[in-house]
């Protein structure tokens, strides 16, 4: 292995390190100079040559020496480069000394594997790659752990398991004020709903109600035309195939056209693209466009609606409902006056007419044809 301090400047946010690892590549760098280093070779193993081989006790006397440290202290952390992905052992990396008997083993099974049926070569023969794969792994999870720790701590008071609901489990007690205070379009939301909001745009426009009130606040903004392009994407996305070509059609007049009246500003390759695509429309023609608007609010957009009064307002407004504690009998209760939910088709249905109602209220008014209402009238 071979570790360069230089790291080249790609413009973009990297997760810092921790100190310590650091420290052991700024170690590691200077075992590797060819004057002042561990002094290395090649190695021959089976068929395979090995370069950069370094011997254990050449390590640890280098760091003895290096860090002016006891030979005990050298080896730990010699035994710490190994386990950081490093160094990488090239037998037996599950134990790193070697008995006599150990050795004595391995050398026989060496000289037997001419005896060895076709599966057991193979089987033999990927012992070293497995030490790579298991060191591969522990340096993976060195990096990679603190971001499954820090997604946990944020969901953590949002999961049921971990965490009881507010008021009450309505799968535990028959007590269905949790799915009244949570419906999709509830009028004021509940405390840990809106906290949940802040956590990503996805989480925001997952919500219905989320996304009515980010609705509110691109209106302010005069900037709504890249949240309706997102939604008549996901429409034409998940609706049905016979009604695709006028879905195209119309979110092309309306979005893409040269002065449609919500012209949404994409760069030029993804308007080449998305244009093109729409000749033989599909369910994912729109996504490089759907994708190039969604990063637009994710780094622009939410943090401004983050610290707008829209959010404040709505956190203010928020409930906070306590928790309930049910005794067995009033348990007994609830099982008895226990009320069906509404079926999922209804709430659909109810969504469809709301969406009509406000493509309708949103559609240009026809003067003449107001005027011959009047006229009708009189």
């Known amino acids: 292995m071979t570790i360069r301090t230089a790291r080249p400047d790609r413009v ?7 100190h310590c690892l650091k420290k ?17 070779s090649e190695q021959k193993l089976n068929v395979t040559t090995i370069p950069h081989v370094l011997t254990g006790k050449d390590i640890i006397a280098w760091i ?40 004595y083993l391995a050398k026989r ?33 060195i990096f990679c752990l603190c971001r499954l720790v820090k997604y946990v701590t944020t969901y953590k008071n949002h999961d049921p398991f971990l965490a009881p609901c507010l008021p009450s489990n309505p799968w535990q007690t028959d007590h269905d004020a949790y799915w009244t205070l949570n419906m999709r379009r509830v009028d004021l939301p509940t405390k840990m709903r ?23 606040f691109l209106k302010k903004e005069f900037s709504g035309e890249n949240l309706a ?73 939410f943090f401004r609606y983050l610290k707008s009064p829209v959010y404040k307002d709505i956190q203010k407004k928020a409930l906070n409902p306590e928790a309930h504690n049910f005794s067995p009998a009033q348990l007994e209760q609830n099982a008895n006056s226990r009320s069906p939910g509404i079926h999922p088709i209804i709430l659909w249905q109810q969504e469809e007419e709301e969406k009509a109602k406000a493509a309708a209220a949103s559609a240009p008014v026809d003067v003449k044809a107001m005027m011959s209402k009047i006229d009708r009238k009189k």
Request: proline fraction near 4%; hydrophobic fraction near 40%.
């Open 12 to 18: 973009q946010h990297f997760r810092p390190r921790m």
């Open 24 to 40: 052991l590549e700024a170690m590691v760098v200077e075992m590797q100079d060819q004057k002042s280093g561990v002094k290395g």
């Open 64 to 103: 003895a020496n290096k860090m002016k440290t006891t030979p005990e202290e050298a080896q730990t952390f010699s035994t710490m480069l190994v386990a950081y992905g490093y160094i990488y052992p090239l037998q037996n990396h599950k134990k790193l000394f070697f008995s006599a008997v150990s050795i």
């Open 109 to 141: 099974n060496i000289r037997k594997k001419g005896m060895l049926e076709p599966y057991e070569q193979v089987h033999v023969e990927e012992e070293a790659c497995r030490v790579v794969f298991d060191c591969q792994e522990r340096a993976y999870w």
């Open 194 to 216: 809106v906290e949940r909001w802040s956590f990503s745009l996805f989480e925001l426009l997952s919500d219905l109600r989320g996304r009515d009130d980010f609705k509110i």
């Open 229 to 301: 392009f997102w939604e008549a994407a996901e429409e034409l996305k998940w609706g049905t195939a016979a009604s695709m070509t006028a879905k195209a059609e119309t979110i092309f007049k309306t979005f893409l056209a040269p002065g449609a009246p919500r012209w949404i500003n994409i760069d030029g390759r993804t308007m080449g693209l998305t244009v093109k695509g729409l000749d033989h429309p599909h369910r994912y023609v729109l996504e490089a466009a759907q994708t190039h608007v969604f990063l637009l609010m994710k780094k622009d957009t």
